[in-house]
């Protein structure tokens, strides 16, 4: 393949020269067949890096000996000036490696830091910029999500005029090196905020196959997104960040309900960290889309989600549902008259009496936007009704509350059909408009006791009052 006609003779290279497209690739079989026996056992090579790993010294001695062996019998000469032995932490492969875990090389970061002073003027310096940084995208979660508007810069627009210093035609969506950008603020505090996620990378841990992954995966309309972690220790310590951005075809997931979410974790298991989970007896994946949980078992899917099933199915893992951000001050309000052993039961954090007497004292002051989950903490912890703040609460008799729902304009209609026991037909469902129609949806839960209009939930000793914030006259308790 390298052989050339001069007029002395044919002549042809005996050792791989620089610049063959195939070069690296004979270089790195070379290696491992040379290390067969011993590679990833003591040693993993990496074209010209070997990098040798032991648990004591007296093992860390007998491996390096292996090694040197080997690399002697098939005549490889190493420079002793490169050479690192008996260190606790060497660099390899732009990546420092030590019994901790990976890590970047501060050396690097110079690098990256000189980043903030410069300001990309054309294509080509966006692409050199986003080189440099996706190489440490392991290390920075949601990498793609926050660099999308730097990726944005690279994609070809309706209407761009074309380079003129190329006088080729564009090939595809590629743009050309030479394309001036618009670098805008935004544009570099978003480069500000991936070099500061680099100044302070964290410390990834090994994977220990014998050990179950766990897997968290997200998806938005910005992009897909997915941690490994791994429990060691006792403690969850992230293996890998995966991120990418959406292709064009895929920004229509959207409209689909859940299917982005599915792409997410497909893309996540079968792709990105594919090494890591296809020998794994088993693993769980965390998706804060309920329906995936059962995705891997139904079959109202299409030909895409069979598709994808099937590329799942190599894999051994549980699907389960992790909700969102639940614990806010509505959410508090419906869910705590039925389920507060439940939902007291999922905190994870107790807190001081002293402390939630400050933060009820402090509600005042917020005019009541948070005396819910305080009321509920009091209701966990078992204080005594006596000790509890209430003397500036106002006090709402029953009387006060029936003359409220009478005068309310959407709740008196709906009060006088059940205190009059009327049946409620479709002609009088089809009268109703706007939010009255909305409260008889609730029509086989509302009762009337005592002259109050209750709406009963699930448990039949608990109670909720209905009130209207359009008419202002009632105020819940």
Known sequence: MTAFITPWGLYEWVRIPFGLSNAPAAFQRSMEEMLDALRDECCIPYLDDVLCYTKSFEEHVESIRKVLRALQCHGVKLKPEKCEIFRSEVRYVGRLVSAEGVRIDPKDLEAVRSLTTRTPQTVGDVRRLLGLLSYYRAFIQDFSRTAKPLYELLQAKPGRIRDTYSKKKDKGPQVPSRTP??????????????????????????????LPFTLHTDASERGLGAILYQRQDGRLRVIAYGSRTLTTAERNYRLHSGKLEFLALKWAVCEKFRDYLFYAPHFTVYTDNNPLTYVMSTAKLNAVGHRWVGELSDFRFDVKYRPGKVNIDADTLSRLPLEIEAYTSECTEGLPTGAIQAAWEGSQVSKMKDVAWVAALYMSTGEDESRQPTTWLPTIGQNELIQAQKEDAVISQVRQWKEDGVTLTDEMRGVLTGTNRKLVYEWNKLQLEGGLLYRRTRRENNLSYLASTKAGTGTPP
Do not use: C, K
């Open 181 to 210: 950008v618009e670098w805008t603020r935004d544009h570099q505090q978003i480069l500000g905020e991936l070099i500061d996620m680099l100044t302070s990378p964290p410390i990834l841990a090994y994977p220990d196959f014998n």
